[in-house]
Structures are given as structure tokens and as C-alpha cells.
């Protein structure tokens, strides 16, 4: 080859280099798959509805997110010609071997997790490096009882191994040439290079939607077993030895904190299955003689950002919401609600599986997201209901899509499906405008056959706060409708207000165009909010007024109307909807029905590292190690008269941080080690849960 051809062809020739290395692991990866369907198969629980290809295209970009984040180094040397001299011959020698060896042992990884899986029902993460005796005690008993399959796979990783060195010296793009003098080639090598990082990026965050990739996004639908398909174990890996460490606590023994958390959470009717899974247990449901009609179905319409206190049925003062208001009226309202944390992302978990904001974090795209929970959608799934998951964001916000699937919700409506595209019905900015939105979803709902479930996301009360232009114009911020626009409020405040009128304009349209619908008289409707908006006077409110959110129950006929004054949380929202319904189904929600009679009331939320816990008429603020103040928040409302520091006190203060820490022990280690809820599996009998 004369020495201009090697001028010209030296970056195809290491560009083509590349893309051979990551076809080769790619195709690897996926063929450990095939092996981990192969062997698993009665342990993945598989569906006739479960689809077996989308889960592997879902693969796909796991496999390639791990392969970048192993090979991205010597991709760049490569880009840049510093493994391309034959005076460097030992450095690519070198590169290429680590990185062979990296890939190895993610190679390892996957297929010892085709047996280890059995033990976990999940990945490996980088427990692995904390556990490793455990690992490897509970892969050698995998051995004593698959010696073959064992082998078998042990034997493919220096096969794969030994091919990818074999290609390597048989292909010629890695044979050494000499470097060339040649002054204008660095500025091509660096387009190259950059090229090459940038893609890179866009492989590791799989692809270029809004959300990048996490392991949560491997979950299609609520058979969380199936969703482990989807994952690479190198990945998994990886991922989690980033994320920082959540470490187990104990305050007392574990049997004591369990028996103090299942009074707290536990009814009359409920049955408690296994000392391994705290919350796990049974609800029994009462005699009915309404078996031949239709279930109710459901609708929870969850609102961002509202306060409690900016809603006219709590706050007589407020006047942003009179159609919620007039709900009400006829619902059961509950008036001291409180969300679990301050951001969304706290709040879905809250709502659809029942589990609290605990490690002060997120759950969703977290270290814990992968923890095995039991949503409501799969709960009501199991009585014939269709369950639908609706927001008029892009479809990978806040990471809701794959979250809500992992929940037992089917379908989800997005932006994407929203059908109307003009200025009067989405914003250009964050997505869908409530009011057409919602109308969308209700002649959605004409459509469907009963029972359904559906849950809607609202975006108004969300930063920008927009609003459609001709709402805007009836409503401009320096209006003086309700105390709350008046013009020595924040900017951001006025604007948030103005968003939540609008977002209960929206409410009201639905409820009105709903009502001649033939699902209306039939439907429980669950109103609520993901957290209190942070505007610019969030600070006037007291620590618990910065958490307290509406919520209301409406099914004329079948709830009563009234008001609760009694704490409330976002938690108790999904065993609450199974005990108006009548159903009867293993759960593990952390919350309690609030419509059990007796027992008492509790709220727990988080903010930052700091919790507050509400016990009846107490409210206790406290950190992992130590409580700080205690106030009685009935007569106490403002939270001015520590009685932490009042020794006549000293009893209830003590009885109230027991009960707190015993709940935070419990659920925190439960999350952490994975006891929430137990897999499911299409086999009889379940495998052993080994600790």
C-alpha cells in the first residue's frame, strides 16, 4: 500500500475497527440473553401477553450502553491514531487486552447471573464486590445442581474470548503501519475522535430522549422477572458502583421494629403472609351481593403542585379552586395529606406501589428501583381491569413510562398519542395543555369496556406554568380573583396560582363532559397532588404545611361524604382504592386503608436528609440518627413550642421516635434488600429467598 493510501485510509480503517468491536460484544451479549431466556424460562413467570422480542430489542441498548462504557477508552486511542504506529505496537497490545478482559468479565457477569438470578431475581449490581462469599456460595450450590450447565457456561467465556482474538489478528484493520509524517492530519483525528465521543454519550444514555437510559427502563410491563431479560449484568454493574452507597439501619431488633411497624400499618382485615417480607399481606374482603354488576372503575387524578392550603375546601380563604371545591362537597375529603417527598419522582411510588420516599433520594431512576413491588395497576389487572398510565409529556418524562409499566399499567398515553397540535392545546414547551388532554383521555374512556383504571398526570402547575393563550388572556397575573395573584407575590408564585386555576378549570371540564358519559355513575375518582409547588413563598408555610396536599375519594352512593382531619399520606391512596372496591389480593403497601376504623394515623415524609413523622396529633422532625423537635400539631399548629426539650414530654417523645424509627428500619432495610414484595414466577412452588 503506498504511503498515500495509508494517509487516506488509516482513519476508515480504525473507524471500521471500532464498529467490529462493538458488533462482536453486541452479538455476544444478545447470545447470552437467548442463554438466560434458555434456562430461565420457568422463572421469568412468562405471559401469553408478555413479549419476548421487545424485551430483547429493549436489550439492545443495554448491551451497547455497557459495551461504550468498557470499550470508549481504546475507542479514542484508536480515533485519535495512537494505536495505529508499529512503534507503539506494545501499547495496543495492551489496550486491547484490558479491554478484552473487561469485557470477559461482564461476559462472566451474564452468564454466572443465568444461574445466580435464580437466588436474587434480579441482576448483579455492585453488591457483588460487598457480597462476593455470598455470591459465590450461592452460585456453587447452582453447581452441585446443574454440574453441566455450569460447565457449560464457565467454557464460554474463554471461547468468546479466544474469538475475539483470533478476529483481531485475522482482520487487517489492526495490523501495525508506520506513523507518516503528515501535518494535516490532527485536525481530522480530532473530528474523529470528537465524533466518536459524542456518540459514545448518546449510546451510554441510550439515545437522545429526554431521560437518559437507566435500569428502570428495562421494564415493559409489571412482570418485573421479564424486565431482568432485558438488562446486561455489566451494566447493571456498572450503574450501580456510580450510585452512592445506602446502608442498611438498626435501631432495635429487627423482630421488635417489625412487630411496631405492622400495628402501624395493619387493619383488621388484613392477614400478615411472611416474616420475610414485612409488609407483605392479605386484605380480606367482606361479603357482597353486588357480584354480577361491574366493578367500579378507577380514575386518580393527580395535580402538580398543589398545596392544600391553596384549595378553597381546606383553605376558606383561597378561591383558585372553586370546581375542586365543589367536589368536595360531595367526597370524602381528607384534609391533612401529606406527599412523600417534594419532587414527582417521590410521589408515584407513593400513589401506585405504596412505598414512601425512605432513603431521602429517589426511587425512580435510583440504586432501589429495581426492588421488586407490587403496583396497584397489577393488583386491579388481576380483577379484569384495563389499566392505563396518561401524562401529555414527552413519553420518557421523569422516567413515568417505564415506572408506571413496572406498576401494572399497560398503556401509556403521552404527548406522543395526544392527537391535538395546536397553540390552543400544547404549550411547545413541556407538552399537552390539561384541559384537551383530558378531554382526549375521556373520549378515550367512551371506548373502552369496563372496569378500567386510569391514571392522569396533570403539567400545569409545572415551571413554565403555561397556559393556553386564551385562558391567559382572561387571566392575567396581575388579576385580583383571589388573594393569592395579588402583586406583591413572587412572580413565580402568581404564575404557579395561575397554573393551578387553570388546572382546576381543566378538572371541572372533565368532570362536566364526563358525566354523560355511561362509565361516570360507575367510577371512584381520586383527586390529588404529587407535592406542593416550590414558588417563591414556599417559605411562608410551616415544615408540614410545605408537604400537606389535597385529597378526596368521589362515588356518590358509595362513599359518604365527609371530612377527615386526621393524618393521611400518599401511601394510603392505593390500599384505600382496594378497600372501597371490595378486593381481595396479596399486597405490600406501606401505607393503610383510611377507611379502616381502628388503629392509628400516620404520615412520614421526606426531605433531604431530614424526615418528618406525623403520629395522630404529633409531628416529629428527625434525621437517620437523631430526632430534633417534637410538636403537638393540634395545638401547636404553627410549630413555635418544641416539647423535645420539655422534660413532662420525655415519654411521648421517646414512644413517638420508636414508632418512627421502627417504621424507617423496616421499610428502609425492606427496600434495600430487596423483601417488599416476593417475586412471582410461573413455577408452583417458588424458589428459596436466600439473604
Known sequence: MTDTRRKICAPFRETAAIIWVVWFWMVTYTFSRLLFLFFNQDWLGLRASDSIVNHFVAGLRFDLAAIIMVTMPMALLMALGALSSGRLQKLRRAVLWITLALHSFGLGLNLADILYF??????????????????????????????????????????FGFLFILSWRKIPWFSPYPRLPNPVRWPGRVTLATLVLILGIVGVRGGLQNRPLRPGSAFLSDNLALGQLSLNSL????????????????????????????????????????????????????????????????????????????????????????????????SKLFTQCYASGDRSIHALPAILASVPNLNGGRLISGRLELTRIRGLGSILKEQGYKTIFAMGAAPTSMGFDSYSRACGFDQYISLDNFQGRGPESVDGIWGAYDEPFLLYLKNHLDSLREPFALVFFSLSGHTPFAVPPSFESNHPIE????????????????????????????????????????????????????????????????????????????????????????????????????????????????????????????????????????????????????SIALFNLNSDPGLSDNLAVRTKYDSTFFAVDKVFRAYLQTGLNALISDKIYPPETGKKEGPTIKN
Not at 236 to 248: G, H, K, N, Q, Y
Not at 554 to 569: C, H, K, V, W
Not at 593 to 601: K, N, V
Request: hydrophobic share 40%; aromatic share 12%; glycine share 4%.
Open 118 to 159: 435464580r437466588h436474587t431475581f434480579r441482576r448483579q449490581t455492585d453488591e457483588l464486590l460487598a457480597m462476593a462469599p455470598e455470591v459465590l456460595r450461592a452460585t456453587l450450590n447452582e453447581v452441585g445442581a446443574s454440574p453441566t450447565v455450569f460447565f457449560f457456561l464457565l467454557a464460554l467465556v474463554p471461547l
Open 479 to 626: 388579576g385580583q380573583f383571589d388573594p393569592s395573584m395579588s402583586e406583591d407575590r413572587d412572580l413565580s408564585a402568581r404564575l404557579q396560582s395561575r397554573g393551578q386555576v387553570y388546572a382546576d378549570f381543566s378538572l371541572g371540564s372533565f368532570m362536566r363532559n364526563s358525566r354523560s358519559s355511561k362509565w361516570f355513575s360507575n367510577t371512584l375518582f381520586v383527586v390529588t397532588s404529587d407535592h406542593v409547588g416550590w414558588s417563591g413563598d414556599i417559605w411562608e408555610y410551616s415544615e408540614v404545611e410545605r408537604f400537606q396536599i389535597p385529597l378526596l375519594f368521589y362515588a356518590p352512593g358509595l362513599i359518604e361524604p365527609g371530612r377527615d382531619s386526621l393524618p393521611t399520606q400518599q401511601t394510603d391512596i392505593a390500599p384505600s382504592i382496594m378497600d372501597i372496591l371490595n378486593i381481595r389480593s396479596r399486597h405490600s403497601s406501606m401505607g393503610r386503608s383510611l377507611f379502616a376504623l381502628a388503629g392509628h394515623r400516620f404520615a412520614i415524609f421526606a426531605k433531604g436528609p431530614t424526615y418528618g413523622f406525623i403520629l395522630d396529633s404529633f409531628y416529629l422532625s428527625s434525621t437517620r440518627d437523631s
Open 235 to 330: 451494566y447493571t454493574f456498572l450503574w450501580s458502583a456510580f450510585r452512592p452507597e445506602i446502608m442498611e439501619h438498626y435501631y432495635m431488633p429487627a423482630d421488635e421494629a417489625q412487630e411496631i411497624c405492622r400495628v402501624l400499618i395493619g387493619t383488621d382485615a388484613d392477614t400478615f403472609l411472611d416474616d420475610e417480607f414485612p409488609f407483605l399481606r392479605i386484605s380480606d374482603a367482606t361479603e357482597s351481593d353486588t357480584s354480577d354488576s361491574i366493578p367500579k372503575n378507577v380514575v386518580i387524578l393527580i395535580f402538580e403542585s398543589w398545596n392544600a392550603l391553596s384549595t378553597g375546601a381546606i383553605n376558606p380563604e383561597s378561591r383558585l379552586t372553586p370546581n375542586f371545591d365543589s367536589i368536595a362537597l360531595d
